[in-house]
C-alpha cells in the first residue's frame, strides 16, 4: 500500500485547509519544493499535488510550482488535482512529466467527459470522489449532489479510469481518523484500485487501511497529520509497505 503525501497548494505556498474551506487554512511553507524533497527523502513513492486556487478558479494556478515539483524529482510518479477541466491541461500536465491527472467536480457534472479522456490519456486518469453520508460533493465541496459513490465509480471504472480517490470530506483535514468502513466498502464494489483520502491522523489509521488493503485498496493520501507530527511519515511509508 502507498502512503501519498499530499502538499496542497495556494499562492505558491504549501498550506493545508479544514474541510475544503479557503479561508480555513493553515500555511506550512512558502517553498513546496523543498517540502516535495522532504518527503522523497523519508521515503515517498508517488506525491500528490493539489491546486487549490486552480479548483476554485477551474483552471491550473499553480502551474509553474506544479513543474519545479516534478523537474525536481523525475524518478517519483505525481498525481495532480485542481482546476483540471479539459484536454489541453491535461496534455500539458503530462507533457512537463506528471503522471496521473485527477478530475473531479467535471466528472460529475459531465460524465462524458470522463469517457473521452480516459480513452485519450489511458493509464494517466484517475477520479476524484468527495463524499458525504455516501453522496458524491462537488464544486470545492460547496454543493452535494444526487449521485451515490459506489453507482458513479462503477459508472467511470466502465470507462477506464486508472483509479478512484475517495475522501469522506467530513474528516479532510479534521484529525478524526479516516472512514475505513466507506473506503473498504467502495473498494469491494469496484475493481479498479482506490486510493483512501481525508482524516489520517496516526499510525492507528495505517493499521486499519492495511487490514483491508486486500479489497482494494492501494494507497492512502495523508496532509494535515505529516505536517503537525502527529504520524512520522517514513515510518508510516514502512508499515504502508508491507501491506499488499
Known sequence: MLLIPAIDLKEGKCVRLRQGRMEDDTVFSDDPVSVAGKWVEQGARRIHLVDLDGAFAGKPKNADVIHAIVEAFPSVPVQIGGGIRDEDTIQG????????????TKAVTEPHFVNDIAVEFPGHIIIGLDAKDGKVAIDGWSKLSKYAVIDL???????????????????????KGINVEATAKLARAINIPVIASGGI????DIHALGKVADDGITGAITGRAIYEGTLDFAEAEKIAETYS
Do not use: H
Open 93 to 104: 500536465y503530462l507533457n512537463a512529466g506528471v503522471q496521473y491527472v485527477i478530475i473531479g
Open 153 to 175: 465509480a462503477k459508472k467511470f471504472e466502465s470507462d477506464g479510469v486508472e483509479a478512484i480517490i475517495y475522501t469522506d470530506i467530513c474528516r479532510d483535514g479534521m484529525m
Open 201 to 204: 491522523t496516526n499510525m492507528d
